[in-house]
């Protein structure tokens, strides 16, 4: 089926720090890819989106390339700030009707929690 | 532009009581999903309309749960009558036609079941 997987938390960092937050899909087909974060208190919203192989989206530092030859989407980020706390789902599109048409449901990933101290 | 809009915001009730929460996508979108999050369950799909009309509502946990969109603005979702397990926060999203994948979240209504 449609599934993603992402590295399981919490993770803790010091500001400044690279952060990695793997993501694997199941590769049916060539699906679009997200990387959605929550703010304390706040509802998701999309941090950034992939459509194709090789794609690399990107957005407020942080970046993740699409790659299909180990069905990964990791997100990545130079150097992370303290606002950078959240918890962050990577997710794919899931859900196809009986014709074939998907209407926007998507899978996601468990999240991870990323907490930044000074 | 106005995003998602959900009512109440917190909601505290006695078990066994009717709660209904409320949520306003944004104007255009055709897509609305119902999502609850704990810290045991994390984030799950309760149901989605598109276009008004309910595509999936697999993720509904029992009877209990009905959820209603009677026009392009407004939706509900209902628990009749309500357990402490309830407690959560629940969300509502919405997307558009040509990004559909693209969810635009609310809130949240945060609901405690005493």
């Known amino acids: 089926g449609n599934s993603v997987t992402q590295m399981e938390g919490p993770v803790t960092l010091s500001e400044e720090a690279f952060l990695t937050i793997n993501c694997t899909y199941t590769?049916?087909?060539?699906?679009?890819l997200f990387w959605y974060v929550q703010y304390p208190g706040e509802g998701l919203q999309l941090l950034l989106k992939?459509?194709?192989?090789?794609d690399k989206g990107s957005n407020k530092g942080f970046e993740a390339t699409y790659r299909k030859e180990t069905t990964s989407f990791h997100l990545e980020k130079g150097s992370v700030q303290v606002s950078d706390s959240a918890v962050y789902f990577c997710a794919r599109p899931s859900g196809l009707s009986a014709g074939g048409t998907s209407y926007g449901k998507l899978t996601f990933g468990q999240g991870t929690i990323l907490t930044v101290h000074p | 532009d106005a995003g998602v809009i959900q009512s109440p915001r917190h909601e505290v009730t006695e078990m066994g009581q009717e709660v209904t929460l409320r949520c306003k996508p944004i104007s255009g979108h055709n897509s609305l999903f119902w999502y609850r999050q704990t810290m045991m369950r994390g984030l799950e799909l309760l149901i989605y309309f598109n276009n008004n009309v309910p595509i999936d509502d697999s993720g509904m946990p029992e009877d209990r749960f009905s959820a209603k969109m009677p026009n392009a603005s407004f939706s509900t979702l209902k628990i009749q009558p309500s357990e402490p397990r309830d407690s959560a926060v629940y969300f509502c999203?919405?997307?558009?036609?040509?990004?559909?994948?693209?969810?635009?979240f609310g809130p949240g209504t945060r609901l405690t079941v005493l």
């Open positions: 999203a919405s997307s558009p036609l040509g990004r559909r994948h693209e969810q635009f």
């Open positions: 992939a459509t194709k192989a090789d």
């Open positions: 590769a049916t087909g060539y699906p679009s």
